[in-house]
């Protein structure tokens, strides 16, 4: 478990070092977020109504904007040969590296929520399970995204090639994450849909290390 | 004893043949230095030995046994340098070279930084580096590995000839220790009893000491 822990430890400590580029990110979900009660006009009823979608929808193209960092330095400067030849199973790398990626790029835009939520009039126990469904739903997101990632390493257009290959498979998280949100509001229960993102977690949390691995090893072949 | 033998290599890269039938065997304290024109497919021959690319024919024997039955044990006793650096630049040269240390000990980190003229630079993070500097603590990698084969595409890039003395006294302190290499290079390194491969003609040959 230890060279795990040493290879989070060291994602973790780039991404301080570039504190920058975790900013960027928030920036960026806080404006996407900011921008549709503008489009929409401000009537109150239709943007609580909308909230859980935009959200969303705003957190998953952040999360998109950070995916190619997760591997294309490494792939750069010759860290990943050594990652693949490492001691480390390369499945485990990927998650190490995924965790890292949950923990700068996705968790700091659950926390950002709150903030964001002020422009829709949302309640605070509509806030609490949009951080809830976000928080159990963006793991996914990091996951999915790793192997689209990963598999569009070496690709001439990579950064547009991930989103492409990246959000259909979004798809399932964001309904179930959403519909969560829309079911407590609505007075009902939203535990089978947060059931149904801890679902899609474990599956992903299985696959993605597989395919991601996979992925990495063509491209350094 | 480590040996490390290929049998009858091939390499395909984008449907062309880049060497075939490439046979050669090393014995403990051996070095087997690969040259040829660029292009020629040196860089492709150390990605098949560290175990980066399989070969499309043949196969890398370590200690007797094909390494693929056992790639985590094989890597483990290799240590591949290639063309990049693999350093972090916002990581200081001490953090760079701390993750790789797979023995722990970090006397051994001093002492590769002390024998690469490092040492002052410890705190300093690698962007502040010259790319010397960097190719040194590239190779300082390498030296704390504590593996018995080194894999080191082109090591010599961008050295001044203190470097080179210092990567040629490294070199064999390591083959006196019974560790055997591998290096593709341009440049001339003394390394006294290698052999050569040529990869224009894949014949391998005595070579003459101190040829450059």
Redesign the interface.
Known sequence: MRPFFAQVGRELKLAMRQVGDLAMVVLFFALVAALFPFAIGPEANLLQRLAPGVIWVSALLSVLLSLERLFLADYEDGTLELLVTGPLPLELVVLAKTVAHWLTAALPLVVAVPVVSILYNLSAEAVGWLMLGLALGTPSLSLVGAVGAALALGARRGGVLIPIIVLPLYVPALIFGVMASEAALAGLSAKPYLLFLGAIFLVMLFVAPLAGAAGLRHSVE | MPVLEGRGLGCHRGGRVVFRDLSFTLGAAAALVVTGPNGSGKSSLLKVL?????PSAGAVLYEGRPTEEDR?AY??A?A?L???????L??TVH?NLA??N?TEDPARLTQALESLGLAAFGDLPVRLLSAGQRRRLALARILISAAPIWILDEPAVGLDDGARRALAAVIAAHRADGGLLVLSTHQPVDLPGAQGLDLEDYAVYDLPEMVW
């Open positions: 560290a175990g980066l690319i399989r985590p890597h483990r290799t591949y290639g063309h990049a650096d693999a350093l972090k916002v990581l953090e993750f790789w797979r």
